[in-house]
T-cell receptor, first 115, second 110 residues
Framework: ETGVTQSPTHLIKTRGQQVTLRCSSQ?????VSWYQQALGQGPQFIFQ???????GRGNFPPRFSGLQFPNYSSELNVNALELDDSALYLC??????????????FGPGTRLTVL | GDSVTQMEGPVTLSEEAFLTINCTYT??????LFWYVQYPGEGLQLLLK?????DKGSNKGFEATYRKETTSFHLEKGSVQVSDSAVYFC?????????FGDGTTLTVKP
């Protein structure tokens, strides 16, 4: 059973550019969540995808968008990058379980630096 | 919106000492509560969880009880080891949205 993988590991972009981050969920998991973790802070929830549909969103502007594919892998796209977007971006996969939520399995993250 | 507040770190303890890391939350409805741990050089992993009031989550000697009356989910361990050195995050999931605390760094010295 493979775990959650993310690519790339590190990325450097300049202000105003666009970036795409990728995530492969754990085998059999149909729910993917994306988080932004700034240095010294906890992960901030960006959004969640369930069966290719956005299923919840945190307080992030529309320039943060995502996709989930039929194989449940996912992409996070950020347009018009700002310096404050520099952070570790985490992907987590899980299986939803009724009104409660199963364990989320986190990937190692992508470190994005915006210059 | 929802929020999670953890006791500020860092926390430094000697081996075999008792550990408490405080966590309080603000949320509407009935969130599920979690503790995650991040060991040096590794990703976040679930330590324990509780899905309703008075539930106790436990794992690897760590425990936390979901206290709705005090909106708390404090993490405890009776005797810490050097291998418990890590960053601990308290979190909740409510209506499909996750909220994490800022983390507490624990260092255990031999």
């Amino acid at each position: 059973e493979t775990g959650v993988t993310q690519s790339p590991t590190h990325l450097i972009k300049t202000r105003g550019q666009q970036v795409t981050l990728r995530c492969s969920s754990q085998s059999g998991h149909n729910t993917v969540s994306w988080y932004q973790q700034a240095l010294g802070q906890g992960p901030q929830f960006i959004f969640q995808y369930y069966r290719e549909e956005e299923n919840g969103r945190g307080n992030f502007p529309p320039r943060f968008s995502g996709l989930q594919f039929p194989n449940y892998s996912s992409e996070l796209n950020v347009n018009a990058l700002e310096l404050d977007d520099s952070a570790l971006y985490l992907c987590a996969s899980s299986l939803p379980s009724g009104e409660f939520y199963n364990e989320q399995f986190f990937g190692p993250g992508t470190r994005l630096t915006v210059l | 919106g929802d929020s999670v507040t953890q006791m500020e770190g860092p926390v430094t303890l000697s081996e075999e000492a008792f550990l408490t890391i405080n966590c309080t939350y603000t949320a509407t409805g009935y969130p599920s509560l979690f503790w995650y741990v991040q060991y040096p050089g590794e990703g976040l992993q679930l330590l324990l969880k509780a899905t309703k009031a008075d539930d106790k989550g436990s794992n690897k000697g760590f425990e936390a009880t979901y206290r709705k009356e005090t909106t708390s989910f404090h993490l405890e361990k009776g005797s810490v080891q050097v291998s418990d050195s890590a960053v601990y995050f308290c979190a909740l999931i409510n209506a499909g949205k996750s909220t994490f605390g800022d983390g507490t760094t624990l260092t255990v010295k031999p």
